[in-house]
């Protein structure tokens, strides 16, 4: 059974930074795209970013260019999010996933991805 469990989010003033992380078990990542996706409420979810099974490739919404970072370590079976300058906007539940297809492209489709994690609250302070 594939688990996903994120962690790292919280409350943060804006401008702030947080670090999210999501731990897998059940399937060895490094074989697969993996991305994070957020919820606001009220809203669809969203594409954050996304990076390649080998984290030679990523890709991100323009949105958060520059200021997000995605990267994997495939020895601890874990993908992060580093988020710097938040805002308030920013506020959602931030959700990892990883693709269905191994050795994939990165892609910014959330049919694409076939496990989800149960998602972490960041909340962005004014």
């Known amino acids: 059974q594939v688990q996903l469990v994120e962690s790292g989010g919280g409350l943060v003033q804006a401008g702030g930074s947080l670090r999210l992380s999501c731990a897998a078990s059940g399937r060895p990542l490094m074989i697969y795209v993996m991305g994070w996706f957020r919820q606001a409420p009220g809203q669809e979810r969203e594409f954050v970013a996304a990076?390649?099974?080998?984290?030679?490739?990523?890709g991100y919404t323009d949105s958060v260019k520059g200021r997000f970072t995605i990267s994997r370590d495939n020895a601890k079976n874990t993908v992060y999010l580093q988020m710097n300058g938040l805002k308030p906007e920013e506020t959602a539940v931030y959700y990892c996933?990883?693709?269905?297809?191994?050795?994939?492209?990165?892609?910014?489709?959330?049919?694409?991805?076939?496990?989800w994690g149960q998602g972490t609250q960041v909340t962005v302070s004014s």
């Open positions: 990076i390649s099974w080998n984290g030679r490739t990523t």
């Open positions: 996933a990883s693709n269905r297809a191994a050795w994939g492209t990165i892609t910014r489709n959330e049919n694409d991805y076939e496990y």
